[in-house]
């Protein structure tokens, strides 16, 4: 069985807390997929499929909730949460 991604649903930030979001935290799309040689389970696991809750664009995103709190969407603009 393989482990497919899931595309998850990104939450919308309030204009209000525009200006509270840390611009070191700031995640972005990449525009490659998930690398498919070598220790792909280790590489996929950090990946994830986010969707933007604005304009629904999907991209893949590094995913480290330690390191990144919010990501801006390629199409929009816009920030939103995991
Ligand atoms: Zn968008």
Redesign the pocket.
């Known amino acids: 069985m393989s482990k497919e991604l899931t595309v998850k649903m990104g939450v919308k930030v309030p204009q209000s807390e525009f200006s509270s979001l840390d611009p070191n935290e700031r995640g972005a799309f990449t525009v490659t997929p998930p690398p498919s040689a070598g220790d792909v389970e280790a590489q996929a696991a950090r990946y994830a499929l986010l969707m933007?809750p604005?304009?629904?664009?999907v991209g893949y995103v590094w995913i480290d909730t330690n390191f990144y709190k919010w990501f801006t969407?390629?199409?929009?603009?816009?920030p939103f949460r995991a």
């Open positions: 933007c604005r304009c629904l664009y969407c390629n199409s929009c603009n816009l």
